[in-house]
């Protein structure tokens, strides 16, 4: 078995998954390193369903990658043979001057998509699980849905294997340095050498990248699925994929599928941040489950049914939010892929695309400049020292 490769990524998951599958189908030999399953339950795409939506309060922006994400998704399907993307319609909602509604519609207005206003009681009329103040205001945009994350990493990744890549779970990367104008990975099991490195590990970006480590913040999410006592009113044809500001925080909800339950979060949750061994060792409880209980009675009261399943994930943030997509500010021949603070997932089949402009020619034709990470005003370590546990 040889032991260089054209580009190595480390993280296999969400983003790292569409990476290795864009480099392989374009000749380039890949190796794709994953520290535990692939798929697996303990970084941050994983959770049975992931918003997607093109209404986007984040930055206008993203508008445009995610037309590009969407018809990847579908090449993606084509190529798999299986449905990944359902479309619900999206609510982005909020009291009136809200940054959730008005971003969301200003996002609609710069890019021409279809959407309607709605107050919370023409919401409540058409989609009667929703119960927010007849004076929230929503935007309804018809193209939002739910992606399956756990499957779509299986696709990249059967898609990858497919055109040539090499794909390895359970194997931690240790470290890895600069080799000439190449790299050097090492793992528990060997040393890797490649022309060049994407680094996309999620939660542990900030042990693989020095120039990372002061600006990236990972954070401990919970998410609970909660029985309904009207399932009708909240499966996918009548609950369409939702993301609300509200007085307690922002919370986001995805109907029935999968395994029972409607879906909910919190951003920033509880806001615990520290090392993601740490923060994702902790097991659900109740003073998780009650920061989902108290918006679900209060908000959709048809679902206040028992809790069937508390899950924990790790979101990693930056500063602004925003992700981080660039190369290494003194090492070209390595890209950056993550942080992506919460919202990233939808995006993974475009970053994919993205990260192997970038790795095969250090440039892409993707507008990418809200995530350079020079914004961030980084400093770190010595460059190219990366004590590593990637994700």
Not at 55 to 71: K, M, N, Q, S
Not at 175 to 192: C, K, L
Not at 223 to 251: C, I, K, T, Y
Request: aromatic content about 8%; overall charge negative.
């Amino acid at each position: 078995m040889s032991h260089h490769f054209d580009v190595i990524v480390v993280g296999v998951g969400g983003m790292g998954s569409a990476a290795c599958y864009h480099l392989a189908r374009r000749g380039v030999r890949t190796l794709g390193l994953e520290r535990y399953g692939i798929p697996h339950p303990f970084g941050s795409s994983h959770g049975e369903t992931r918003i997607i939506r093109l209404a986007y309060c984040e930055h206008p922006d993203y508008v445009v990658l995610l037309r590009r994400a969407f018809t990847l998704w579908r090449e993606l399907e084509t190529v798999a043979d299986e449905r990944l993307l359902h479309v619900t319609g999206s609510i982005d909602a909020g009291a009136p001057g809200s940054w959730v509604f008005e971003g969301s519609v200003r996002s609609c207005i710069e890019h021409g998509l279809d959407h309607e206003i709605l107050d919370g009681a023409e919401l409540h009329r058409r989609h009667p699980g929703y119960r927010f103040p007849d004076d929230t205001m929503a935007c309804f945009q018809p193209d939002g849905g739910f992606l399956l994350p756990e499957r779509c990493i299986v696709a990249h990744a059967e898609a990858a294997l497919a055109a040539g890549a090499e794909v390895h779970g359970h194997e931690p990367v240790i470290g890895w340095e600069p080799d000439g104008s190449g790299v050097a990975v090492r793992t528990e099991r060997a040393t890797y050498r490649a022309d060049r490195l994407v680094l996309s590990a999620g939660a542990w970006m900030g042990q693989l990248a020095a120039p990372l480590a002061p600006v990236v913040v990972p954070e401990r999410q919970v998410r609970g699925w909660f029985q309904p006592l009207e399932p009708a009113l909240f499966g996918p044809a009548r609950f369409p994929v939702f993301n609300v500001e509200v007085d307690s925080g922002r919370f986001y909800g995805v109907p029935i599928f999968g395994i029972p339950g409607v879906k909910l979060g919190r951003y920033h949750h509880r806001g615990q941040t520290g090392v993601p061994e740490q923060l994702r060792a902790e097991e659900p409880g109740p003073e998780d489950e009650l920061v989902l209980r108290q918006f679900i009675d209060r908000y959709l009261p048809r679902a206040t049914g028992p809790t069937l399943s508390l899950r924990t994930c790790l979101f990693t943030n930056t500063a602004d939010e925003h992700f981080v997509v660039d190369l290494h500010p003194e090492l070209p021949q390595v890209v950056l892929a993550s942080p992506c603070s919460g919202h990233g997932f939808k995006f993974a089949s475009v970053i994919g695309e993205v990260l192997a402009d970038l790795a095969t020619s250090g440039g892409t034709r993707h507008a990418i400049e809200l995530f350079r990470l020079n914004r961030l005003q980084a400093v770190g370590g010595p460059a190219g020292q990366g004590a590593a546990q990637s994700s």
